[in-house]
Antibody, heavy 118, light 106 residues
């Protein structure tokens, strides 16, 4: 069965960088996009961008351009999302998720709670 | 990306029909997708391409669209349907999620 397993919760200081991992299993990693979606505490969903694990090509949401980097390691079926210049309002749950050619998500990771605090 | 607008909440009694709307200027030309998110859980896709239901999603969930508005309809609402529901769409500039609608089962 399809599974996306993310790294654990993190606490970061303002100005630091965050790198979250997402290990995929149960399907061919290079055949589906990996998306990253953020959810502020008690708030809605925000799309951060996606990576094509086959080519490494990325599309980033305008709100995160210049601060986010998405990469992948196909040898271990793992995608990564790095966010730099953390601020307190980056405190959120970060989800990785799988998507196909059509623009929707069919499987989600369990989410990573990231707390940014001094 | 662009904006999708949902009502903050919808309340229904068990067994009634709930309708959750989502409005956006590009919806006449782009498909909408719906996700259900229960407290403490990741979202789950309940409708794709406006009206298609993924396997495993109960038949009481359906989707429709007209002009700039799409609607998620839940017929015969059950207590377990209480959750936050998000619409989502995409264009060449990126993806957008609606702000979410809390379905309250009275």
């Amino acid at each position: 069965q399809v599974q996306l397993v993310q790294s654990g919760a993190e606490v970061k200081k303002p100005g630091a960088s965050l790198k979250v991992s997402c290990k995929a299993s149960g399907y061919t990693f290079t055949s589906y996009y990996i998306h990253w979606v953020r959810q502020d505490p008690g708030q809605g969903l925000e799309w951060m961008g996606r990576i094509n694990p086959n080519s490494g090509g990325t599309d980033y949401a305008q709100n995160f351009q210049g601060r986010v980097t998405m990469t992948r390691d196909t040898s271990i079926s793992t995608a990564y999302m790095e966010l730099s210049g953390l601020k307190s309002d980056d405190t959120a749950i970060y989800y990785c998720a799988r998507g196909g050619q059509d623009p929707y998500i069919d499987y989600w990771g369990q989410g990573n709670l990231v707390t940014v605090s001094s | 990306s662009y904006e999708l607008t949902q009502p903050p909440s919808v309340s229904v009694s068990p067994g009634q029909t709930a309708r959750i709307t989502c409005s956006g200027d590009l919806l006449p030309n782009k498909y909408a997708y719906w996700y259900q998110q229960k407290v403490g859980q990741a979202p789950v896709l309940v409708i794709y391409k406006d009206r298609q239901r993924p396997s495993g999603i109960p038949e009481r969930f359906s989707g429709s669209g007209s002009g700039t508005t799409v609607t998620l309809t839940i017929s015969g609402v059950q207590a377990e349907d209480e959750a936050e529901y998000y619409c989502q769409s995409a264009d060449s500039s990126g993806w957008a999620f609606g702000g979410g609608t809390k379905l309250i089962v009275l």
